[in-house]
């Protein structure tokens, strides 16, 4: 398998990634929350001025992830219902506030995420296995 480093896209562009950590507005289910982003909200992510790459992290629930909470000295805090990952060239970050897509999703945002209780922020990641 290619070895590939996502802090640069294309060259040596340097990738800039925004970290989103989500939780549901608290009248949604799980469910529902995780449909409304896949399907509805989606269609703002891909179009968000700059964005290179857009993947949703949607959480698993059942067994195995009690299994792990269990296991796991953070596993007795609340879990995110996902996590959205966007990828972008710093010179587009800086330029995204104020923009068309990037306020379009920001809107669609407050149908079914609790902003006081999600977290977001910018990330470099490093890869330290990929097999």
């Known amino acids: 398998m290619k070895r590939t480093n996502m802090n640069r896209m294309g060259g040596n562009t340097l990738m800039i990634k925004v970290v989103y950590c989500l939780r549901r507005k608290a009248d949604m289910s799980l469910e529902e929350f995780q449909k409304y982003w896949l399907k509805t909200h989606a269609k703002f992510g891909k179009n968000i001025?700059?964005?290179?790459r857009y993947v949703q992290v949607h959480t698993i629930t059942g067994e195995l992830q009690e299994m792990l909470a269990a296991g796991?000295?953070?596993g007795k805090n609340e879990p995110f219902d996902?996590?959205?990952?966007?990828w972008f060239e710093e010179s587009d970050l800086r330029e995204l506030p104020g923009k068309p897509g990037g306020l379009a999703a920001?809107?669609?945002?407050?149908?079914?995420?609790?902003?006081e209780r999600s977290v977001i922020f910018l990330a470099k990641?490093?890869?330290i296995v990929q097999k």
């Open 49 to 52: 001025e700059g964005v290179k």
């Open 72 to 74: 796991h000295p953070a």
């Open 82 to 86: 996902g996590v959205a990952e966007l």
């Open 106 to 115: 920001l809107q669609d945002e407050a149908n079914f995420i609790d902003f």
């Open 125 to 127: 990641e490093h890869v």
